[in-house]
């Protein structure tokens, strides 16, 4: 079974960094685009950033400057570096993936969430 592990939330003061990491874990072949999205409480999910197994990478306009993306393949890994964090940024973070099983098939899996608090 695929599953994509997450670490790195926590409390963070506004202008502050976190960096969050997440896995794939289990019997696959292959990872496909990555990505993080966040819901704040009371929103719906939004998209946070992307990156493509080529390196193409996304960001939403409320992140762009402040956020990098990146990733390792070698580790199936994808990583959020969080750069002057704000109070808007509130919220629990998940990790995304598209992995290729053992059958071939593409599976979309998410990560359990991190929470991500700023405040002072």
């Known amino acids: 079974q695929v599953q994509l592990v997450e670490s790195g939330g926590g409390l963070v003061q506004p202008g502050g960094s976190l960096r969050l990491s997440c896995a794939v874990s289990g019997m696959f072949l292959g990872v496909n685009d990555m990505g993080w999205y966040r819901q704040a409480p009371g929103k719906e999910r939004e998209l946070v950033a992307t990156i493509t197994s080529g390196g193409r990478i996304d960001y939403s306009d409320s992140v762009k400057g402040r956020f990098t993306i990146s990733r390792d393949n070698a580790k199936s890994a994808v990583y959020l570096q969080m750069n002057s964090l704000n109070p808007e940024d509130t919220a629990v973070y998940y990790c995304?993936?598209?992995?290729?099983?053992?059958?071939?098939?593409?599976?979309?899996?998410w990560g359990q969430g991190t929470l991500v608090t700023v405040s002072s």
């Open positions: 995304n993936a598209e992995v290729r099983d053992p059958a071939w098939r593409y599976l979309e899996r």
